[in-house]
């Protein structure tokens, strides 16, 4: 019992190490969403990736492996978000485990018999053993609990099947490794660009310039032509290359927050329920029925409460009552049952008897009461906890290291921490029979025990009706070719949200935006989107406007998006005409022409290109430092506006004093690039088809 709970506890991150090793390894996330062709595939393919179909009766229990370690690490409330980004993880996960699958078979990566034993039993085991079997306290691997767990695995199916999963992520994670090693070892950094980059970050550049700023040329006196737009197309067409289809969509809230009516009647309930409340015989009862939110009754530390609540708490004397008091959309009713001092963590020893395996309760009581005795009496507490115990810390002495309020079932936390150190005794909990040793007790701070009554503010069943009542007349109404102007004219405002994937759990705006995401994926430009969608605090109707495909998007598909930049790129033209003709002189003889001063700058290094007080202008500084000193510059085109300048001087740094060192840093930076573009260049010739958007 004691090593099935042990793997039980641990499991959450058996099945995922690889997962987190990929991920971490590759830089996956921005490199994988990878297409969104849904037409033609077979009812129940999430995706095909290099030929191989991945089908979801397959690929969903990783899904809920993943939400599973999201729930264990973040806990139970999983938003939208959040689990978009846990199934996007399996996906991720998915892809590595096709491609690099491949890709070691090609190179002959294998990890052999020895090995793997070696990295389980070994000097230098792997870091899925050490997480799973290293001691908390001491940081060392516990060779007792692990040489159990395998032991215990000949005869128990269930851990033998949990075994063979660790087995197969710790060989996956070696495999992961050679293959970055082989990439490592390819990388290589050159004197000259040690050299290069030393004096990129360390000679200094000191200049003035003179700038005009696109803005101080308004917008209407611009005219834009095809011309302009297709130049500036043509120039810039590598950055319109869509890695992934994206979408927009404009939309209109329908709020359901509630109205000043609602908040009357929820604070005449609370009211009620306050004066009730005072005088209730039974104050945890009460509050455990009439709460919304359930907040444990036991001894509660300072921080763990709304921060309206917990500044003033504290301050209370048992008997009190607080409230109701409003804040984050919720009233508060509190009692102060009982307040104390109370150590902040406790180190303890524990042996955990199962009723179900001594015959009953009454027999569990009887060994235990048996073997407190004895411990009393001199025996070894250790010795008997590696005999008796059917819990984590079997192998270990019973050792529980040393825990904080809150991490603990509340009938074994109310008795380490109401006790004293030394102290032996007996506890029933859910898990069974307990012999609790407090073997310290540190630190001293204030703990509370309440009574304690939420009562969140929400909208009517009135209230939402009407608003749906809105949402659906609307959505009756509207048509592609109007939705813009009708809302106007009903008095609604229309928000957007554009480049939107398939995958993603979010949009501006919307806290629960998967169904309108899918739904959007399965229409065409310019519908309605077929019904309403119901969001936390609003009803939603949505309109798509935008398809972007995945690829080179055409200019037609970002003319709206470049428009800002066309626009100053024409300006550029006409600021640089009138600087050429100021042009003839020094620096400041050209910008007395202009009717401005030249500002000066010091110390500019070329790895930092901000100008001071202004922005950073990578053409620019680029200019400066590529440029004769003492020579008017021809107008540079910025981010910003348009420059010219003279340099007045370089200071060049010394001697690089450690060469290897500045290749040893570089080669940290370019490794980690290296194995991201590795993993990219094997995606770009491979064929991904990403159904997801159907499922999820």
């Known amino acids: 019992m004691g090593v099935m709970t042990f793997m ?22 921005p490199l994988l969403q990878q297409g969104t062709a849904i037409f033609g595939a077979s009812r129940n393919s999430v995706g095909e990736i290099d030929g191989k179909e991945i089908k979801y009766e397959e690929f969903n229990p990783k899904v809920e492996q993943s939400l599973a370690q999201f729930r264990q690490q973040y806990g139970s409330n999983i938003n939208p978000q959040m689990q978009a980004m846990a199934i996007d993880n399996a996906w991720q996960a998915e892809v590595g485990e096709v491609l690099l699958g491949k890709e070691y078979a090609r190179l002959g990566l294998i990890v052999s018999g020895d090995e793997l034993y070696d990295l389980i039993n ?15 306290q001491t940081g060392q691997i516990d060779r007792n609990g692990l040489m159990s767990s395998l032991k215990a695995r000949e005869s128990n199916p269930e851990l033998k099947a949990k075994w063979l999963q660790l087995e197969e992520q710790i060989e996956k994670q070696a495999l992961q490794q050679k293959y970055a090693n082989l990439i490592r070892n390819s990388v290589y950094v050159s004197t000259l660009e040690a050299t290069d980059e030393y004096n990129n970050r360390n000679k200094l550049a000191s200049f003035k310039y003179v700038n005009l700023d696109y803005s101080s040329i308004l917008d209407a006196a611009v005219k834009i032509s095809d011309e302009d737009y297709q130049a500036y197309y043509d120039a ?37 329920l306050a004066a009730d409340f005072r005088t209730t015989p ?27 609540v917990d500044s003033v708490i504290f301050n209370y004397p048992a008997g009190s009552f607080y409230g109701p008091v409003f804040s984050g959309n919720s009233y508060k009713l509190i009692k102060v049952v009982d307040s104390r001092f109370s150590p902040d963590s406790v180190k303890a020893s524990n042996i955990l008897l199962d009723p179900s395996k001594l015959g ?25 906890a590696d005999t008796y115990n059917t819990d984590a810390s079997k192998g270990k002495g019973g050792d529980l290291g040393t825990f904080a309020r809150g991490t603990m079932v509340p009938e074994f936390e109310n008795a380490a921490f109401n006790g004293n150190t030394g102290d032996l005794k007996i506890i029933k909990s859910q898990f069974g029979i307990h012999i609790l040793k407090i073997e310290k007790q540190v630190g001293s701070s204030k703990v509370v025990k309440l009574a304690y009554i939420e009562k969140s503010l929400a909208p009517s069943e009135k209230t939402r009706q009407t608003a749906y009542k809105k ?24 928000a957007l949200a554009d480049k939107v994937t398939a995958t993603q759990g979010f949009a501006p705006g919307l806290d629960n935006p998967r169904p309108l995401i899918k739904d959007a994926y399965a229409a065409d430009k310019g519908d309605v989107l077929p019904t309403v969608y119901s969001m936390d605090n609003a009803y939603v109707v949505a309109h798509l406007t935008d398809v972007m495909p995945k690829g080179q998007l055409t200019l037609a598909d970002v003319k709206k998006q470049i428009q800002p930049m066309v626009m100053n790129a024409v300006k550029a033209k006409m600021l640089t005409e009138k600087l050429n003709k100021a042009l003839g002189g020094s620096i400041d003889q050209v910008a007395a022409k202009l009717g401005k001063t030249a500002m000066p ?47 007045q001087g370089f200071t060049n ?33 491979t064929e991904i088809k990403d159904n997801r958007v159907k499922f999820y």
């Open 360 to 384: 009953g309760e009454a027999n569990a009581y009887k060994l235990a009461d048996s073997l407190k005795k004895a411990i009393q009496g001199g025996a070894s507490f250790a010795a008997f």
């Open 8 to 29: 039980r506890t641990k499991m959450g991150y058996f099945l995922v190490g690889g997962i987190a090793v990929v991920l971490a390894l590759f830089v996956l996330e």
């Open 122 to 136: 070994g000097e230098r085991p792997s870091q899925l053993i050490l997480q799973n079997f290293s001691d908390q």
């Open 601 to 647: 700058v010091q110390n500019m290094v070329f790895a930092n290109p901000i100008i001071p007080g202004l922005a950073q202008e990578n053409k620019v500084v680029g200019a400066v430092f590529g440029s004769q000193v003492g020579k008017v510059s021809k107008p540079i085109e910025g981010d910003k506006g348009v420059y010219v300048f003279t340099v």
């Open 653 to 685: 740094p010394a001697p690089m004093a450690n060469t290897f060192k500045q290749k040893e840093t570089m080669i940290l930076g370019v490794t980690q690039r290296s194995l991201g573009a590795a993993f990219q260049a094997l995606q770009e010739k």
């Open 282 to 308: 039974n104050d945890s009862l009460f509050a455990a029925n009439n709460s919304d939110v359930k907040v444990p009754y036991t001894y509660i530390s300072k921080g763990k409460l709304d921060p309206a």
């Open 236 to 272: 810039n067409k590598k950055r319109f290359d869509n890695p992934t289809e994206t979408r927009g969509f404009e939309y209109v809230s329908f709020s359901i927050k509630p109205t000043k009516a609602d908040t009357a009647v929820v604070k005449t309930q609370v009211d009620k």
């Open 471 to 494: 949402a659906t007349a609307f959505l009756a109404d509207v048509k592609g070719d109007n939705f813009k102007d009708l809302a106007q004219k009903s008095g609604y405002t229309v």
